[in-house]
């Protein structure tokens, strides 16, 4: 009996520190200290399109604009928000054009279910890759999945903002602001 509750301590010793390294990790984001990964290496995947293609993410990029590299699922409702923020940006003939690398990260991704996301949001002129999650861990760096996550980079492809999430205004506004500090 004495070892049976030894290792019940033991086990819930284990769950307790597993619990704290994941609210730890959880709250590193939550409170801003995500950073920008070097355009680089968000360059260098080779992914899927929303056909099946795969070829180099950066493919469609056009040089002396700035680029928004957008992670988002279609079970994240925020995703749905920003997607449809992007959506207005894109379609606003006021707004100058900007790069959009848009890469899904479903675990496993119904297409059927990427167009119901991507209409709802007003969105179904994106192109998207297909990345997955460990496309998410390999331009994060991130064990943990938090969507969406945004990043803006300026023309010469230096970060110039990061987004885990919409405050203030909403999306569109921090989009259109974060847009034109990255074209100085």
């Known amino acids: 009996m004495a070892r049976m509750r030894s290792r019940v301590r033991l086990l819930l010793g284990i769950i307790a520190a597993a619990v704290a390294l994941i609210a730890g990790l959880a709250a590193t984001e939550a409170f801003g200290t995500v950073k920008a990964p070097p355009f680089e ?11 099946g293609t795969v070829h180099p993410i950066d493919t469609g990029v056009v040089a002396g604009r700035p680029t928004i590299v957008s992670l988002w699922a279609t079970w994240c409702v925020p995703c749905r928000v920003e997607a449809a923020a992007l959506a ?19 675990q ?15 969105a179904r002129d994106f192109d998207y890759f297909v990345g997955g999650e460990r496309s998410f861990r390999s331009i994060t760096g991130a064990l943990l999945i938090a969507l969406p996550r945004v990043y803006v980079y300026d023309a010469m492809r230096k970060p110039t903002a990061v987004f885990t999430g919409f405050s203030g205004d909403g999306p569109q506004g921090q989009l259109r602001r974060a847009l034109a500090a990255a074209r100085g």
């Not at 290496?41 to 056909?51: C, F, Q």
């Not at 006021?94 to 959009?100: K, M």
């Not at 496993?108 to 007003?122: C, E, I, M, V």
Request: hydrophobic fraction near 40%; aromatic fraction near 6%.
């Open 108 to 122: 496993k991704l119904n297409p059927a279910d990427a167009n119901r996301f991507l209409d709802a949001a007003g």
């Open 88 to 106: 207005a940006l894109r379609h606003d003939p006021s707004q100058p054009p900007f790069n959009l690398i848009y890469i899904n990260v479903d």
């Open 41 to 51: 290496r968000v360059a260098a995947l080779s992914l899927p399109d929303r056909g």
